[in-house]
């Protein structure tokens, strides 16, 4: 990675891969075989480029453990970065406190972009094709813990300045080429990951309820209006991790990847991996990679009005 953002390879490729909601939290078995599963996740795609969807740690330790819990990405000498989840600070420290700690480790390469005007973290990376010209964006944006607004309640969401802010960089990018597309990453889902279950052919599980926001700030509407968004992915619902197209963007779920926190036994920790194509701004590939180094691929849901929900 340069200064200025992401290359693709020699072979017009470029690989990102999700952890999410690994939940370190007492430094017990649990949480090692969480490390296990992330390194050798790493070990069997290699990716250009690792995004934590939140939810690093966990509970009362939160802060002393920061530094174990993102131990398989420091070695891994993989270019990384993170955003916040409704649980990495709820038992204690800042915004601004844990992403700067997170920034002394080897391999980071967040940053908080000061023109968003509200939360910290947010921040974009473009990806250039071996002419120089931009061709992705990666877009990850801090989603917030919970509705401060007691009437409502549930669960927070992007808010206005945060969409605005997210627009004003897609028209900035527009100054270089109009033609690319983004590729976005999150914590919390938008309302609209129902709807592609209900109505929209899906590819994955969906064993978890939905966990959205109560109110819709119009996020996903401003996403397909913009015409550059092509995936927007979530961590959250741990046993979640179908996908589908809705609109013309495909929302979905990365990999439930930690031991830490709630989710069945019997239901495989691993990551989500994204293959870009230098060539292709329409369309990416994703699947999953689980405990063991077992590739899967996901059965196929037909659309279904009356799919459980």
């Not at 989840?85 to 204690?92: A, L, P, R, S």
């Not at 002394?104 to 509200?118: A, I, L, T």
């Not at 409502?152 to 004003?168: F, I, K, L, M, N």
Request: proline letters at 4%.
């Amino acid at each position: 990675m340069s200064q200025t953002g992401f290359s693709f390879d020699q072979d017009g490729k470029f690989k990102i891969m999700q952890l999410t909601d690994t939940h370190y939290t007492n430094d017990d078995e649990n949480d090692h075989r969480t490390l296990r599963v992330m390194e050798e996740c790493i070990e069997a795609e290699s990716p250009d480029f690792i995004i934590v969807t939140g939810d690093l740690v966990w509970g009362k330790n939160n802060l002393n453990y920061l530094e174990k819990a993102v131990s398989p990405l420091t070695k891994s000498g993989i270019p990384w970065s993170f955003v916040f989840g409704n649980h990495d600070i709820e038992f204690g420290g800042t915004e601004e406190g844990f992403f700067g700690r997170l920034a002394k480790s080897p391999g980071f390469v967040g940053f908080h972009d000061e023109r968003c005007e509200d939360r910290y973290g947010n921040h974009m990376f473009p990806v250039y094709g071996r002419n120089g010209e931009l061709r992705w964006v990666i877009a990850c944006i801090n989603s917030g813990q919970y509705n401060p607004d007691k009437r409502v309640g549930g669960y927070s969401y992007v808010t206005r300045a945060q969409q605005d802010w997210y627009q004003e960089r897609i028209l900035a990018y527009e100054e270089e080429n109009r033609d690319f597309s983004v590729l976005a990453f999150q914590h919390i889902p938008v309302p609209e990951i129902e709807e592609v279950w209900r109505f929209e052919h899906t590819y994955g599980n969906h064993i978890d309820e939905f966990c959205a926001p109560n109110v819709n700030s119009g996020q996903f509407l401003r996403m397909v209006e913009d015409g550059h968004t092509k995936g927007l992915f979530f961590g959250h619902d741990h046993c979640n991790s179908f996908y589908g197209k809705r609109f013309g963007v495909t929302l979905g779920y990365g990999r439930y990847t930690g031991f830490g926190c709630y989710g069945p036994e019997d239901f495989a920790r691993g990551a989500r991996v994204f293959a870009l194509s230098e060539t292709d701004t329409e369309n990416f590939e994703t699947w999953e990679i689980l405990e063991g180094k077992r590739r899967f691929t996901p059965w196929h849901g037909v659309p279904n009005t009356v799919k459980r929900i």
